[in-house]
């Protein structure tokens, strides 16, 4: 019997933008990953009282 596996926060959100990326893009694989991983990083630097 397998242990159940959690996902940290990040994770999840990044599971979420990939899947938008994938839906609404040409991209796949290490390009919808990579500007996933980009687009999190650039919006947990916009201020909490701006987002």
Do not use: N, W
């Amino acid at each position: 019997m397998s242990e159940p596996t959690s996902t940290s926060a990040y994770g999840r959100r990044l599971k979420l933008v990939e899947d938008v990326l994938t839906d609404r893009t040409k991209l796949d694989g290490k390009a919808v990953r990579d500007l996933a991983v980009h687009v999190l990083s650039e919006l947990d630097h916009i201020p909490e009282r701006v987002r």
